[in-house]
């Protein structure tokens, strides 16, 4: 998979915020990335950057595996989303920092999916150590029908 081109095809993450730089796996319930953490990245401080970052790892994710969905349909127009909103039910941390250049693997699987509306489950992990666990809620604020000949 040619990891930087499928991200950017799958999230509207550029630039700084783009975190993720690989796609471990991803199909219709669930994906795993990977990201190292750059001096780039938002929330740093000093050498490391604050767990909280994890979650937007958690959605960045579960968009890889939405915008995968999206790009798979083939039985009729393609939907195209306008935004999505993404609420925190759950967040767990087991740690406050995270390095500069720690490797995270970050696993998002879709729990349930209704409509527009999607509950994830995530966890990320450093070195097979678990660092965070965290539940999110994704909604697809509109949906616009795009022609088969733009998609």
């Not at 393609?78 to 039910?89: F, R, Y």
């Not at 390095?99 to 998002?108: M, N, V």
Request: glycine content about 4%; overall charge positive; charged content about 25%.
């Amino acid at each position: 998979m040619e990891n930087i081109k499928e991200i950017e095809n799958l999230i509207p993450h550029r630039g700084r915020m783009k975190l993720i730089d690989t796609i471990v796996t991803v199909d219709q319930k669930q994906a795993v990335t990977r990201a190292t953490v750059k001096v780039s990245w938002p929330l740093l401080s000093g050498n490391a950057v604050s767990a909280i970052v994890l979650v937007e790892l958690a959605a960045q994710t579960a968009g890889v595996c939405i915008g995968w969905n999206e790009k798979m349909k083939t039985d009729g127009p393609k939907t195209k989303a306008a935004g999505w909103l993404v609420g925190i039910k759950k967040a767990r941390f087991y740690v406050d920092m995270i390095s500069l250049d720690a490797c995270i693997t970050i696993r998002s699987e879709i729990r349930l999916a209704v409509v527009n509306y999607r509950e994830i489950a995530a966890t990320a992990s450093i070195n097979e150590k678990l660092v965070a666990e965290i539940n999110l809620q994704i909604l697809q604020k509109e949906v616009q029908k795009a022609a088969l000949s733009s998609a």
